[in-house]
């Protein structure tokens, strides 16, 4: 079994920045992709950004130029530094691992959640 243990989250002005990181434990192999989703109210859980193993980035067309995706494979963390930050980019943001155990079996894992509020 594997945890995602986020934070970071919070209330921050327009123009603002945050940073969030995400922390995986337990029974890990491999981590392949790690990432970030989001789902404002009303809406479905869509991608934010997600990194591999070897660094290579995936934005949404929302957050880039203003969003970084950064990961520590020893450390199996991921971050999620957000500048200039939009009214509407307020939901719960949530991590997801893609992790191989070490029977060789693949699990999408997720966090619990942090609420990112964007509002003067």
């Known amino acids: 079994q594997v945890q995602l243990v986020e934070s970071g989250g919070g209330l921050v002005q327009p123009g603002g920045s945050l940073r969030l990181s995400c922390a995986a434990s337990g029974i890990i192999f491999r981590i392949n992709a790690m990432g970030w989703f989001r789902q404002a109210p009303g809406k479905q859980r869509a991608l934010v950004a997600a990194?591999?193993?070897?660094?290579?980035?995936n934005y949404a067309d929302s957050v880039k130029g203003r969003f970084t995706i950064s990961r520590d494979n020893a450390k199996n963390t991921v971050w999620l530094q957000m500048n200039s930050l939009k009214p509407e980019d307020t939901a719960v943001y949530y991590c997801?691992?893609?992790?191989?155990?070490?029977?060789?079996?693949?699990?999408?894992?997720w966090g619990q959640g942090t609420q990112v509020t964007v509002s003067s």
């Open positions: 997801y691992a893609d992790v191989t155990d070490y029977g060789l079996a693949r699990s999408d894992y």
């Open positions: 990194i591999t193993s070897g660094g290579s980035t």
